[in-house]
């Protein structure tokens, strides 16, 4: 399936992608430029009708850095629901979830995770 690129996100995707968190750019040093498994991977992605954290085509993945946020606000959690529904029913993605503790504590276990998916 051919993935609708919305251009209305162009703008909002090259802002976002200046202006990453720092658990973005700490994952995005480590999958940028073809380093896990000569994938490549794509930062602020706009997918349909989101702009996801990171994507690699070859694999149709999706991977999405939650801060506290999505885990303590109700509304947020809701929407991230309909999101990964979104991409994985509709547009046939799959899509990893990872929090910002994830990111700076554990990176070697998402890296795996990562590694797991893609093999």
Known sequence: MKIYYNSNLKNL????????TKEEVRLWNRIRRKQLN????????????YIVDFYCTQQKLVIEI???????NGEIINEDKIRTDYLEKILGLRVLRFTNND?????????????????
């Open 38 to 49: 000569n994938l490549q991977f794509y930062r602020q992605k706009p997918l349909g009708k």
């Open 13 to 20: 995707s090259r802002k976002l992608r200046s202006h990453l």
């Open 66 to 72: 939650d801060g506290g946020q999505h885990y303590e």
């Open 103 to 119: 990111i700076m504590r554990n990176m070697e276990t998402v890296f795996d995770k990562i590694l797991e998916v893609c093999n």
